[in-house]
């Protein structure tokens, strides 16, 4: 079974500070695929970026950044210089494809609030 | 950009009604899902769908639940006679055919089962 825990369930930061969202999973699939999603107020999903797990390469995206430790089975995620419109509900998620299995199973999500 | 849309946007029906959520998802894409968000809860799997047929479902897919293709472009989900508990948020997404690739998903829509 897969499972995926945001321990995090409420950040609160002021504008321009960074902030990183904790995702662990559980799975015991060798492949499998990793998810961020961000939910802002107005109630879509939105999606972030995909990691692979034969991938480790953590990458950077303008203000966001990733890093993905296999040894820890931890996906985390970074918001550097913080913006309100970043605050949102984030998800993470996980693939793992046993079978025909293509759900995604999510974590109870982390809300984030910057402050102006 | 392509995107999933669904319709409505907002959905209020009695208990006991049967009520469809609609959905187009991204033209060259081969799977469908529904997931559901109860309120302030984590998203959770619902069913998938390809080649015309259910290729998993979850625990909370039971007989009230059922899904169709009914076009070449519309993905629908039918709840037949609608509890209390299943106001929440619908979301429908697609997805290219191999497991590595994105689930993209619609804006959602809201049920409210009173």
């Known amino acids: 079974a897969q499972k995926v825990t945001q321990a995090q369930t409420e950040i609160s930061v002021v504008e321009k500070e960074d902030v990183t969202l904790d995702c662990v999973y559980e799975t015991r699939d060798t492949t499998y695929y990793l998810f961020w999603y961000k939910q802002p107020p107005s109630g879509e999903l939105v999606f972030l970026i995909r990691r692979n797990s034969f991938d480790e390469q953590n990458e950077i995206s303008g203000r966001y950044s990733w890093n993905f430790q296999k040894s820890t089975s931890s996906f985390n995620f970074t918001i550097t210089a913080s913006q309100v419109v970043d605050s949102a509900v984030y998800f993470c998620?996980?693939?793992?494809?046993?079978?025909?299995?293509?759900?995604?199973?999510f974590g109870s999500g982390t809300q984030l609030t910057v402050l102006p | 950009e392509p995107e999933v849309t669904q319709t409505p946007s907002h959905q209020v029906t009695q208990m006991g009604q049967e009520v469809i959520l609609r959905c187009v998802p991204i033209?060259?894409?081969?799977?469908f899902y529904w997931y559901r968000q109860i309120l302030g809860q984590k998203v959770e799997f619902l069913v998938s769908f390809y080649n015309n047929e259910i290729s998993e479902k979850s625990e909370i897919f039971d007989d009230q639940f059922s899904v169709e293709r009914p076009d070449g472009s519309n993905f629908t989900l039918k709840i037949r006679s609608t509890k209390l508990e299943d106001s929440a948020m619908y979301f429908c997404?697609?997805?290219?055919?191999?497991?590595?690739?994105?689930?993209?998903f619609g804006p959602g829509t809201r049920l409210t089962v009173t």
């Open positions: 997404a697609s997805s290219e055919a191999t497991p590595r690739y994105e689930q993209y």
């Open positions: 033209s060259n894409h081969l799977y």
């Open positions: 998620a996980l693939r793992a494809p046993s079978g025909s299995a293509r759900q995604l199973t």
